[in-house]
């Protein structure tokens, strides 16, 4: 998270206020870093998605050849079959969907965030010109300058006789 353009405008917002108080809803894209303690869950993820998808490259190499050299290969392959897959933990999503996490995961790892859509609250703040955005737990994300029909405008009265 950003830091606010000015001191007027908080950090952080009582989340009851905000909801009660705030002058814009949206959602928008929003940059989430992520931590160490993320990462290295992430990294520990990728890790055993990799070791599946190698054990099971590597199973399939044994039955290829199992079927290749041998005279009974339907034999040979049950023989691998009941030796190895007790053993190894395969996991239960195909070879594709393997791939496609281990790669989207690689990414997250490598950019270090991942940009999300969240439900922002805008606060305006008037004395500075700046509307400030914060996210569902009162943080706050980021702040523009308001546009001309945001701007607070005087109210005028009409006295009538």
């Known amino acids: 998270m950003s830091k606010p353009s000015f001191p007027e405008i908080a950090a952080s917002i009582d989340v009851e206020l905000l909801r009660d108080n705030y002058d814009l809803r949206k959602k928008d894209l929003v940059r989430h870093t992520f931590d160490p303690e993320q990462l290295l869950e992430m990294k520990e993820e990728y890790f055993r998605l990799s070791s599946q998808l190698a054990a099971r490259q590597e199973l399939a190499a044994h039955l290829k050849a199992a079927a290749e050299q041998s005279p009974e290969p339907r034999e040979a392959i049950e023989e691998i079959m009941s030796d190895r897959v007790d053993a190894i933990d395969y996991g239960q999503a195909t070879r594709k969907e393997l791939l496609a996490s281990t790669a989207a995961l ?4 490598n950019s270090g965030h991942e940009v999300v859509e969240e439900q922002l609250f805008g606060i305006a703040h008037h004395e500075v010109g ?25 109210i005028r009265t009409i006295k009538t006789a």
């Open 130 to 154: 700046f509307m400030a955005y914060y996210d569902v737990h009162g943080l706050f994300v980021y702040d523009r300058p308001l546009k001309v029909t945001e701007r607070q405008t005087s």
């Open 106 to 109: 690689l990414k997250k790892i």
